[in-house]
């Protein structure tokens, strides 16, 4: 058994136990050749001496198994807190490196594109009607601007590296 009896394992506590239930078994064999020798003396005095010790065998034998349970349920309960913290940091450790989308990055690629639905409706408005050219040309980057807005959800990208190319005219 490991000298730390905090770093004891189920091997380790199975054999613990069946230490002590050898050692149970040899103190009732001691009993009862005890037993055997007074028996001759005083049978009524011999009986209440074999109970008085077997009782006293029985106890500590329960005794040192319920300290062994406890043992067991409180590394269990350390085991499972130690797994729940590793998996935590795991889990914060594999979203920084996969370096999802943030809100405020999607919130800002959003405002970006309402921006330039803005711009195109007042250039329509100051020019009353679009060049189709103007119209073809806003309706590409409107569409470039989503395709962008796709792949930023996709791949967690940081607004900062696709800063929007002016618009023709802006």
């Known amino acids: 058994m490991a000298d730390n009896p905090s ?8 054999a613990a136990v069946k230490r002590v239930q050898t050692e149970g078994e040899r103190l009732v064999g001691r009993v009862r050749r005890d037993t055997e020798a007074l028996v001759a003396r005083s049978r009524r005095q011999v009986v209440s001496e074999l ?8 106890a500590d034998v329960r005794d040192r198994a319920e300290r062994v349970l406890h043992e067991l349920e409180r590394r269990r309960a350390q085991i499972s807190a130690t797994l729940e913290n590793q998996a935590g940091g795991l889990v914060e450790t594999v979203s920084r490196r996969l370096n ?3 809100g405020a990055g999607v919130k800002d690629l959003q405002k970006r594109l309402a921006g330039l639905e803005q711009r195109v409706g007042r250039l329509a408005s100051v ?3 679009p060049t189709p050219e103007e119209v073809a040309d806003l309706r590409k980057r409107i569409a470039e601007l989503e395709l962008r807005l796709d792949a930023f959800v996709r791949r967690g990208e940081t607004p900062e590296r696709h800063r929007e190319k002016p618009l023709p005219g802006a």
């Open 127 to 129: 020019r009353n009607v």
């Open 100 to 102: 999802f989308a943030s």
């Open 51 to 58: 109970l008085r010790t077997t009782r006293r065998v029985q």
């Open 7 to 14: 770093r004891l394992s189920v091997p380790d506590v199975r």
